[in-house]
């Protein structure tokens, strides 16, 4: 058995694999494909790891938001292109779902306006950034429920049938 680790600055790697109660050895085990040696360099950041290696440990910790927290705070193009999400609880998720649906429903008429001629005048910049933020949180609110739908599924507290 491993000793556990004093350490105060842990990665979010370190802390998913801990939370399981799992030694480097017994989590390159459950793994199968990433030595215990390699789990070492990448929790103590000698080393980042590779989007592969990510999805195998965000399998085997049950811990779907390592894929994005991999996306948008390590990976080169991520870092520009991929919001982080935070896991969330589903009602909360649903709530701030349905008052950026209701923002948006109140908004759309200006949005046609907007767009109809295929150019965004100086007059509806304004407008249509309003609305473009609006869509991003409406965009955020679906990769929330899609991350909670994955992290209740690897907890085994739904099924996909």
């Known amino acids: 058995m491993g000793?556990?680790?004093?350490?105060?600055d842990k990665n979010?790697?370190?802390?998913?694999?801990e939370e399981l109660e799992?030694?480097?050895e017994a989590a390159s085990e459950v793994m199968g494909c990433i030595s215990a040696d390699r789990i070492e360099k990448i929790e103590s950041e000698k080393s980042l790891a590779h989007p592969d290696?990510?999805?195998?440990?965000?399998?085997?910790?049950?811990?779907p938001n390592l894929c994005n927290y991999y996306c948008s705070h390590e990976c080169p193009i991520g870092r520009e292109y991929v919001p982080e999400v935070k896991l969330k609880?589903?009602?909360?998720?649903?709530?701030?779902?349905?008052?950026?649906?209701?923002?948006i429903d109140k908004?759309?008429?200006r949005l046609?306006?907007?767009?109809?001629?295929?150019?965004i005048g100086a007059d509806e910049l304004a407008d249509f950034r309003k609305i473009q933020e609006q869509l991003s949180r409406i965009s955020l609110s679906v990769d929330s429920l899609r991350l909670w739908v994955e992290d209740t599924l690897a907890k085994g507290n739904i099924?996909?049938?």
């Open 3 to 8: 000793k556990k680790s004093i350490k105060k």
């Open 12 to 17: 979010i790697y370190q802390l998913s694999r």
């Open 22 to 24: 799992l030694t480097r």
């Open 53 to 63: 290696e990510v999805m195998v440990m965000a399998d085997a910790y049950k811990k």
């Open 89 to 103: 609880d589903l009602s909360q998720i649903v709530l701030e779902m349905l008052a950026s649906l209701n923002t």
């Open 107 to 109: 908004r759309k008429d």
């Open 112 to 119: 046609i306006e907007i767009t109809a001629d295929g150019k």
């Open 159 to 161: 099924t996909s049938e």
